[in-house]
């Protein structure tokens, strides 16, 4: 069920710094990963690691961590927070200003 809503997204990485010291996002696709991504209707509680969280998504991509920015449509969103789940990477996701 869930690998039937499954699709390819190209994604972004942060990696270099400016001369500011801060990370930049790369200015070219880094490469495609295979998400589920729905929409995060309910407010999940206090917890800091999820509090601008308006996207969840799963994933089999070991590789996904918090420096992904996921292409989905006309907006960027960036990855939050992972979660590890059997299968499955369970990922929390943010729109970009």
Do not use: W
Not at 70 to 79: H, P, R
């Amino acid at each position: 069920m869930i690998n039937a809503t499954m699709r390819n997204y190209d994604y972004f990485t942060f990696g270099e710094r400016n001369e500011y010291g801060q990370e930049t996002l790369s200015t070219e696709v880094q490469g495609k990963i295979k998400l589920a991504i729905y929409t995060l209707s309910n407010t999940i509680g206090a917890n800091i690691n999820y509090k601008d969280a308006t996207y969840i998504a799963l994933t089999h991509n070991k590789e996904i961590n918090d420096r992904f920015v996921i292409q989905y449509g006309e907006e960027k969103l960036k990855v939050l927070y992972t979660i590890p789940m059997g299968r499955y990477i369970q990922v929390f996701l943010a729109e970009m200003q």
